[in-house]
C-alpha cells in the first residue's frame, strides 16, 4: 500500500472547519488500487471511532499502530473498488 494522503486529528478542530469524518471520508474519495491514506489520531476513543466508522462503511483497516498516545491508522479503498 502506497500512503497518498495523511489526515492529522491529533489537533483540536475548530468549529467553522469540516468534521474529521468528512476530512478522512474526503480523502478516501479519490483512493486507487494500492493506495491509502494514513489518518493520526490521540486516545482510544478516537481510535475506536475512525476505526469503527472504517469498517462499517466497507473501507478496509491496513494497519492500526500504537505510536505512544497517539496512533496511526492506515485506511484503503472500499473493498472491491477504486474510490
Given at each position: 500500500?502506497?500512503?497518498?494522503?495523511?489526515?492529522?486529528?491529533?489537533?483540536?478542530?475548530?468549529?467553522?472547519?469540516?468534521?474529521?469524518?468528512?476530512?478522512?471520508q474526503?480523502?478516501?474519495a479519490?483512493?486507487?488500487?494500492?493506495?491509502?491514506?494514513?489518518?493520526?489520531?490521540?486516545?482510544?476513543?478516537?481510535?475506536f471511532?475512525v476505526?469503527?466508522?472504517?469498517?462499517?462503511?466497507?473501507?478496509?483497516?491496513?494497519?492500526?499502530?500504537?505510536?505512544?498516545?497517539?496512533t496511526?491508522?492506515?485506511?484503503?479503498?472500499r473493498?472491491?473498488s477504486a474510490?
Amino acid at each position: 500500500m502506497r500512503i497518498v494522503q495523511t489526515v492529522d486529528l491529533r489537533a483540536p478542530i475548530e468549529l467553522c472547519t469540516e468534521s474529521p469524518i468528512g476530512r478522512i471520508q474526503q480523502a478516501l474519495a479519490g483512493l486507487g488500487p494500492g493506495e491509502a491514506v494514513a489518518v493520526r489520531v490521540r486516545g482510544y476513543a478516537d481510535e475506536f471511532t475512525v476505526t469503527a466508522w472504517a469498517k462499517r462503511n466497507g473501507y478496509t483497516v491496513v494497519e492500526v499502530q500504537q505510536e505512544g498516545e497517539e496512533t496511526r491508522i492506515v485506511l484503503a479503498a472500499r473493498s472491491g473498488s477504486a474510490g
